[in-house]
């Protein structure tokens, strides 16, 4: 007998997903200012790097950060990760750019093949042909 009972209990537990952004974990301090951000504080945690800022770092209101805080779905990223992030994304373009500008070029050289190949095999149909036509009329 196989004991599927403890298949069940030894499935690991899935931990019920948390935004970052609803509670602070113990004393956490900002990332700017130093300063303890407490669970009655108010700040942004970076999605990036894991570090918390106070709004007063942040130059945001109270009333702002109500305003992102309910929003469902909320990115955030610190100012120096945010730097990154939009220097990642240029060069991720100018990959992108580099590479359509490459496989256009691969398109027209293989094209230019192409045309060469077709080319070739006319003229070696017209000569077969006419090679046989010989060969018909000797
Ligand atoms: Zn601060
Ligand atoms: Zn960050």
Known sequence: MLGGGNLVTNLPRKQPHQS????????ENCGKCSSEIQECDHGLQCERCDTWYCI?????????????????????????CENKALHAVRND????????????NINERNEMKLKSRQRLLLI??????????GRLLA
């Open 56 to 80: 007063s770092c942040l130059n945001l209101s109270e009333k702002e950060y109500t305003v992102l805080s309910v929003r469902a779905v909320f990115h955030w990223f610190c100012e120096e």
């Open 124 to 133: 070696n149909s017209q000569l077969w042909s006419r090679r046989n036509r």
């Open 20 to 27: 970052p952004h609803e509670t602070v974990d113990g004393n």
């Open 93 to 104: 373009q100018e990959i992108e750019e580099r590479c359509s500008t490459y496989m256009k």
